[in-house]
């Protein structure tokens, strides 16, 4: 949770920072790069759905073979499979939640749009630096999916060797 925080903030200062001193080429490079947002949240929500169905199976393959159980590690593994379950489901809510942000404050964004009279305004750049924040969390969620995909086809293989 420390990293997520951690890349919203990071991301939310880098963005801040870019508004306030590139304002005029700012709309046009963070516009193309919040395009991709909706559908990274669509496709990272799809993903966490196989994810947790994969890791639910490598669970049910541990849990029902009789040789697994009585080796040594077979509690922590059972432990560390839960865990990423939950994990799955939590980075899957995150962005469904980041999404909704991002889309409120896109909202904002249009309420105090820019100008070429006026190339910055304070409640426009606050709002589009939320949108990237946002995108970065996403991203984030996203990268360690993907990490838990590769955690669980290593217990599945590790499995598979034991058998």
Not at 42 to 51: H, I, K, N, R
Not at 82 to 89: D, G, H, Y
């Amino acid at each position: 949770m420390i990293r997520f925080i951690l890349v919203f903030l990071l991301a939310f200062s880098l963005a801040l920072l870019i508004t306030f001193y590139v304002s005029s080429l700012a709309l046009p490079i963070f516009q193309e790069l919040l395009s991709v947002i909706v559908p990274l949240a669509v496709v990272t929500g799809t993903l966490s759905y196989a994810l947790y169905s994969y890791v639910d199976g490598v669970l049910k393959d541990v849990s029902s073979d009789a040789k697994v159980k009585g080796v040594e590690g077979f509690g922590a593994t059972i432990q560390s499979l839960t865990s990423l379950k939950k994990e799955i489901l939590a980075n899957a809510f995150a962005v469904i939640g980041l999404l909704l942000i991002e889309r409120f404050s896109h909202g904002l964004s249009l309420i105090f749009p820019v100008s070429k009279e006026e190339p910055f305004n304070w409640f426009w750049a606050i709002a589009v630096s939320m949108r990237v924040a946002c995108f970065a969390s996403s991203v984030a969620v996203a990268a360690v999916q993907c990490r838990g995909f590769i955690i669980a086809n290593d217990y599945r293989a590790v499995i598979s060797r034991a058998k």
